[in-house]
Each structure stands twice: as C-alpha cells, then as structure tokens.
C-alpha cells in the first residue's frame, strides 16, 4: 500500500511540474519560412533545441517565392509564417484573416548590376529593375523612387517572383537592377554587383511574422513559447562567433553557398510589436494603387500576445 501510495505521489508531483511550466500538451505548429534572414532565428532555434526546451515541436517549411507561402497559408498547411505587412493586407482582404503578432529584421536592398555603372536611384530611368509583382520587394522599390520624386512608371519593372532567379538575372547583366532580401542582396554585392540604397536607409520596416486567425485563437500558448525559443536564437546570435552557425544556416535556410562568405546578419531583436507606421504606410501604399479597397488600422491586423 505504501509503494502504490508514493508512487501516487511521484506521479502527481511531476504532473503538477509539468502544468507549472507551462510545456504539456502543446499542439504542434508549422511555420513558412522564406531565404531571407528574416528567418534565421527559427532556424537557430530548431537545430540549438529552444523549441524543445518549450516543449513545442515546429515544423518549418522553406518557400522560395511569397506566392507559394501564401498559397501554403491559405491551403490550411501552415500555422504562421515569416511575411511582410502587404502579404497580411491582401489575405484579410480576400476574406482570410491572419494577424500579425511581431515585427522582423529583415531588409530589402536596390542593387544594381556591375555592367550597368549605375550608383544612383536617378540613373535607373527607363531601365530593367526586377521585383515580384504587389509584394514588400515592389512596395520597397516604389517607397525608394518616391523619395527621389521618381514614380514607378520611372523605370520598366521586369517581374520575376523567385528570389534565386532574380539574383541570377541580375548577376549575369540580363538585369540593370532587382531588389532583393538578405542575404541575397549582399551575395550580389560580393559578386561585383553595386549597392544603391534599401528600406534601412528609408527607416522602414515592412517584414512581420503573422499567424491565421485560427492559430492565433487556438495555439496561443504555443505561439508564445516559440516567441520564447525566438528570443533565445536572437540572444544567441547576437554573442555567437559567426563561425558557431555559418555552415548551418547556409546548409537549413536555403541560402546559396556563396553567402558562406558574404552574409551578413543585422543585429537581431527580441519579438516586439511592429510600428504603427510601418503597418499604415503599406496600407496607404496598397490604397493608392487600389490592390485592397479597405482600409485596416493597427488594430485591425496586429494582435498583442506580449501581454505588454
């Protein structure tokens, strides 16, 4: 009786353990993840064990083209991804809710080809620039033209979805200019290729991580453990020895093995909540081009989980 009693016991305390901690029974959840540096954290945060160390299992999956992610989102395939404020303004407004629950360190770079002798936003008139099509790349692109008083019908937009196929184009001069994320951006510069100017330096920051209405409702808790293993990437990455995790983002983040040499990482975040700016200038954006016919505040598209 003593036995069947203590093990009653143990049984009971280590239940009681587990509830506190906040890690038992957490669904899974499954994350969309693009060739950017924007998704680097998860990725240190998936081969480190922090989301182990959570008690949550994420499954990440790799997209090349932000067409294909939102087609994965909206399918039912995916939980949350790494995405941009446009991206979350043209779900809602087809009638798919999601909500953006942190900003990212993402930036989108102008970068001309070595042949073009281009080094000015001026120079590019009338020339190829690449972007992919009602995207942050061509919100970016067009953001960059209206500080110069250019308008889009500046230059001739040549549109091209996949990221690795637009830096390809633009390295082989079939491109005078393409924006680009990281790490892309700085792999065309170490190639040769000619920094112009990019959203850092228009103090914009468009990149955002966003969930379905559905995940954000029922995976709440799961939601904020992986922000808990995010914050332990972003803490690791910005102490690590570059050295600690080169190979292993290059090898799991689907980057070409040329950012080996050229990646560099931005200085990482905690997750926090975007500015409201950053959502109502892409909002203001995709009104004046008349892509969505709504206009959504803050409000509308951010949801707090920090419970700052």
Known sequence: MLAVLSLAVATGCGTSKDAASGKKDLQPITIGLMPDTDSVPFIIAQEKGYFKEEGLE??????????????????????????????????KSGGFDVKVTSFTDGSYKLIASKESGIKDVKSLAGKDVSVSRNTIIEYVTDQILAKENMTEDSINKVIIPQIPTRLEMLQNGKLAAATLPEPMASIAVHNGCQFVTGSDELGINPGVIMFTAKAADSKKAEIQAMYRAYNKAVAYLNQADRSEYIDLIIEKGG??????????????????????????????????????RETYSYKDIVLDLFGK
């Not at 090349?64 to 446009?86: H, I, P, Y």
């Not at 990646?263 to 950053?278: F, I, N, Q, V």
């Open 58 to 91: 994420v499954n990440l999956q790799q997209y090349k083209s932000a067409m294909d992610r939102d087609s994965a989102l909206q399918s039912g395939n995916l939980d949350g991804a790494v995405s941009d404020m446009l991206a979350v303004a043209f779900a």
């Open 255 to 292: 980057f070409p093995p040329a950012a080996k040499d050229a990646l560099k990482l931005p200085k990482y975040h905690e997750a926090a909540l975007p500015k409201e700016s950053d959502v109502v200038d892409c909002i203001t954006w995709l009104n004046s081009k008349n892509l969505i």
